[in-house]
Structure formats: C-alpha cells, structure tokens
C-alpha cells in the first residue's frame, strides 16, 4: 500500500491508534497503522483492563464522554470480535467497593439517587450487604460495598492483538514503518505528549510509570473489586489482574520493584481469597497522562492534516470507543463535537 492509496495514516498502535483505525475502515476509509515499537508495545500491553466509571456526582463532560464510552463499549467490542473472530476479553462484570464505616455508607446511597439520573437508567450504583455479595468480595468494615453495573473488564493485549486482526480484515494494515498519506493521526502515548511538550513550549504531559501483577486463580464470571486504592480484575483465562502503581518519578520505565510488591500485598489482605494464588506474571510500563487528566483530541494547531489523540492514562480503553467515534467524524466527515477540556485549540493554540 503506498502513501498516495490511504486515506488515513495512524501513528501509534495502542488501543486509541488501533482503535481510530478500526471505526475509520468501518466507514469506508483506507488506513494504514505505523508503530515502530509493534501494537500494545507502551501501557495498551498492560495487564489489567479495569473499564471503571467516574463517581456519579459533580458531573462534567469529562465524566459525561466516558459514560457514553462504557455504554458503548459492549456492542463496539463486540464489532471488533465479529470482524476479527478473536475474543478481546470484554464482559460488563461490574464492581465492587468496600464502605468504611456509617458516613461512607450514607455517602453512598446518596451517589445511587445521583447515578440514577446521570447514568440514564443503564446501570446501578446501590449499597448492599454481604448477602447480596457472594463470596467474592473484599473485607469491609461497615458490612457494606458498592455495587455498579457500569463497570466492564477487557484484556488489554487481547484487545490490541483483536484490533490488529479486524484492521487486517478490513483491509488496513499495521506496520513497525511506512509513509504517511492522507490525514495524520498521532496516538503516540507517553513520547508523543513529550513531543508535543517541545512543539508548543509548554506542560502538556507527563508519563506516569504503572505497575501490576497476573495472579493464577479463576474467577472469570465475578465482579472487579476496588479496595485500598488497587483495582482486582478476573480474566476469562482464569486470572485475575492485580493493579496498580502510579509513579511520576522512577529511574527504569519498565522493571517491576518492591511497590508491586507492596500492591499485591494490600489486594491479598483485603480479598482472602487471593491469599494463595500464585502470580504468574509482573508489568510495567510507562501510561500517558495529560496536564489536564482528560485525553487531548483535536487537530495539531498550526499543522494542517494532522489530529492528535492523546493522554488516555488510566481510562484509555474505557476510553477508546468514543475517542474513536469522534476522531473518525472530525477526521473524516469534518464533524467536531469533541467536549471541552479535551480540546486541542482550547489546550496548545
């Protein structure tokens, strides 16, 4: 494919870039992928896939462009494992939270009549009892949790390796090299927002080093728990995902150290059940964090042709199917309905 027959040239091959890809070949456009380093190869490889939604309060259209991501994650992931007849690893599991005491209680259940309104009806956020519960879950010293149903799991690498295969199938191509043609897109995660920091002269990002662990123990059909600040997320594989750190100062991008030692600590002393289960498995890797927290999308200001899309950090893949969305219409179709605080004109012109 040479540069004069696509329409669309995605530089970065984690799950914003490959997922841009994939919606962009569902409308009919020619698209080409250019990683050097090969898909899922920065924090789209990592271990965890925890598709968790913002608290019901205090919204804003950060937290509103995410509810309509998760909401469309089920059917757009779907789409990507018909096409590439390999399973992304994506179930709509929901979570639950330990409450620590009668205030986090009452707290709670004020965030349900909230999350009743917000969320459309389309998910739950309620307070339950240990009846309620089933075996697994973590310790709460209340005798309470919360219980959402928006909140899904995926296998990231899964996902990325099911991307690659439906953007083969749909006549893309994804390659470690190769010319641009057509409109560019940068989905350069971590040295992208470093680049960006250069082109414009200011703090645009930062990456953010994350740490997480693969424990043997299946529990492919229950909900994600979140304690103690550390995300516990059962795979269809029969295990269970351990994560994680967020270091903004680390001296190797990619080696695991004692603080992940310390996150497995504190998952096995608050669900029992993981107390002896095995890790088979250790991650790091660097996550691309905007100034603003929310990703950055829009046109490169000054650059005519290129977008950006940028700064998924924690949220990337619960992120993706609307970033996806909407860069494909702007890119695409010229129609532009990207919030603010995502802006690019708002946040480098």
Known sequence: MGA???DV????????????AFVCLQQGARVRVIDPYGP???????????????VPENWNPKKAFQLDSLLMAENFWAQVRAVSG?????LRSGRLQPLADARAVELAR?????????????????????????????????GHWVRDTLTAR???RRACEALVAAITVLG?????????????????GATGLAALGTAFGRDVGTGVKGQAALLRLDRRDAPQLFCDGVHVVPHADGTVAIGSTSERDFAAPDTVDAQLDAVIDTARAAVPDLSDAPVIARWAGVRPRAKTRAPLLGPWPGRPGHFIANGGFKIGFGMAPKVADAMARLILKA???????????ELLA
């Open 4 to 6: 004069g027959t696509v």
């Open 9 to 20: 040239t995605v530089r970065g091959a984690g799950v914003f870039g490959l997922s841009i």
């Open 40 to 54: 899922g190869a920065g924090s789209s490889g990592g271990v965890v896939g925890a598709l968790a939604p913002h």
């Open 86 to 90: 390999r399973d992304p690893g994506y």
């Open 110 to 142: 004020a965030r349900a009549v909230g999350a009743a309104d917000l969320w459309q009806g389309r998910a739950m956020w309620e307070v339950v009892t240990a009846a309620e519960t089933g075996a697994w879950r973590p310790l709460s010293p209340s």
């Open 154 to 156: 995926l296998h990231p």
């Open 172 to 188: 893309g191509t994804v390659a470690i090299e190769g010319p641009e043609g057509g409109a560019v897109v940068h989905a350069t």
């Open 335 to 345: 129609e532009d309905d990207v919030p603010a605080g995502f802006r690019t004109d």
